[in-house]
Every structure is written in C-alpha cells, then in structure tokens.
C-alpha cells in the first residue's frame, strides 16, 4: 500500500494545517479500491508540507530507541511509500526490505538508492510472501498505513500476517492516526499551498458506524481545478491492541507518535510497540 491526519499530523491522509478555504463539495463517492491508484505523482504532490528530511530522521532515532535491536537485524517497512524511512533504518545499520502497493511509490524508493542491506519489492500487505514466514526481528508500519480496504477483516489479515513474518519475540512499531485524538480536535477543512504554487484544500467527514474518516481534496493552480478522495478507517488504541492480540502480537507501549509523551485521550497521533509471542 502506498504511505499510504486533528492537528498538524504526519500520516497519510490526516492533515491539519491552516484553516479552512471555500471550494466545491458535490464530489462523487469515494471508491472503495481508492488505493489502488492514489498513491502517484499527485499523492507525493498533496502530502509534500509533511515530506521532510529533517522529521524523517528525527522519527527513525526514535524508531531505533524504541526497537532495541542490534546492527545488522532484519526489518521490514510496510506500505514503505518513497523510502523515506526504509532508507534511514538501512542508514542506521539494518537489513532492510521495503514493501509497498504503488509502483510509482516502489519506482521513487529505489531512486533514492538500494544496496545490499536495502531492497524494495511491490505487493500487497495482506498477503506477504510465503518466503517471509519467521524472516524478521521488526516490522514498521506507519504514517496510517492501515485501514484502507473496505472490509475491516481485511486490516486483521495485514498484522497476522505480520506476526507470521515476525520471528518468536520479534517486534512490531505501528505508528497512525489515533480515533480518541482526532475525533477530540477535529478539524473538519482546512488549505495550503505547496512549492508549484498548487492550492490544496481538504475537507473531512467521519462516519461513526464504520470509523471511516473521508478525506476529499481539491487542487487549484490558475485555471486547473483537480478532485481527488480517499477514506482511511481510524481505530482506538484499545481496538488495535485487540486486533493485534488476536494476530499474536502483544502491545507493550504505547506513545503520542514519535514523542517520549505516553498516550493520551487527545493524541491524534498513536505509536505501538507490540510483540509477537513467543
């Protein structure tokens, strides 16, 4: 999946910036497949304010604090995106294997460079190799990159698969929006304007049944006027940590993203550190 977010977020999908400009809202609906296509040239375009090098290598020291693994230890970057993390943990000194969905996401992660310790391949992250079973001491996923599929047993199918992927003890660090933050400081529309002088507002709606957050965008530069939508189901901590347990993995913390503060009611952002049992 491609990187495939309440206040200023660092997730696909859940941003929070300036406040809200005029645009149209006769949209069509959202196509439940949305990802399949979304993660482009447009995405990296959209998304470009939280793309930076410097917050990129403030939250892997914070993925390597957390992990505690040795030099050399394998890692898996679910739904990797461009690379952005993929490359710094390989930087870091891990065996690393980047997985996503878009093939311009896959294409971009290898411009940045792959080597011995750094591979990418393209599938789909609820059906991992077979090759994979048992192969890794981590897996990363974040920037919400979860709970794109249109059946939630779909989200539970993508951490089994990451525990059977997981070696016994092994660790997974998931990072996302949180439901009880986002939902406590949410920001219904909001706009920013990125380098090209592209003018992208959002608007955002929650459905409560199915905890789908629909997010729809619409770029403007000069006389060009271009809509895009996709929807990305939040869960609560407490619902995460039961998928996971019954995926095999046991959530051990649990943080305000990649901060040292512990989980609040009003993160919108989680970081959870789970491991596979034994």
Request: charged share 30%; hydrophobic share 40%.
């Amino acid at each position: 999946m491609g990187e495939g977010r309440g206040e200023k977020g660092t997730q696909r999908g859940v941003v929070g910036r300036r406040r809200s400009a005029a645009h149209p809202r006769s949209l069509p609906r959202t196509d439940v497949d949305w990802w399949k296509h979304y993660f482009d040239a447009g995405y990296e375009r959209e998304y470009e304010p939280l793309f930076d090098l410097v917050e990129d290598r403030r939250q892997v020291a914070r993925i390597v604090e957390l992990l505690e693994l040795p030099a050399g230890s394998r890692v898996l970057d679910l739904a990797c995106g461009q690379g952005r993390h993929a490359h710094l943990l390989a930087e870091a000194g891990f065996n690393v294997d980047g997985l996503d969905l878009s093939p311009y996401l896959i294409a971009r992660a290898k411009e940045r460079g792959t080597g011995r310790t750094l591979r990418y391949r393209r599938g789909d992250m609820r059906k991992l190799p077979a090759t994979w079973s048992g192969r890794f001491d981590a897996v990363v996923n974040l920037f919400t990159s979860f709970g794109f599929f249109a059946d939630a047993r779909d989200d539970a199918r993508v951490l089994r698969e990451c525990a059977r992927v997981l070696k016994p003890g092994g660790v997974m660090l998931w990072q996302g929006g949180s439901r009880d933050g986002v939902m406590a400081r949410f920001l219904a529309s909001d706009w920013w304007t990125t380098r090209d002088g592209t003018m992208i507002a959002q608007d955002r709606s929650f459905d409560p049944l199915t905890g789908f957050l629909t997010i729809t965008s619409v770029w403007q530069r000069k006389s060009a006027v271009e809509r895009r939508e996709h929807r990305i189901r939040l869960y609560t901590a407490s619902r995460m940590a039961e998928l996971m347990l019954e995926a095999g993995l046991v959530v051990e913390q649990a943080w305000e993203s990649f901060t040292d503060r512990p989980l609040s009611r009003r993160s919108s952002e989680m970081l959870l550190v789970a491991r596979r049992e034994r």
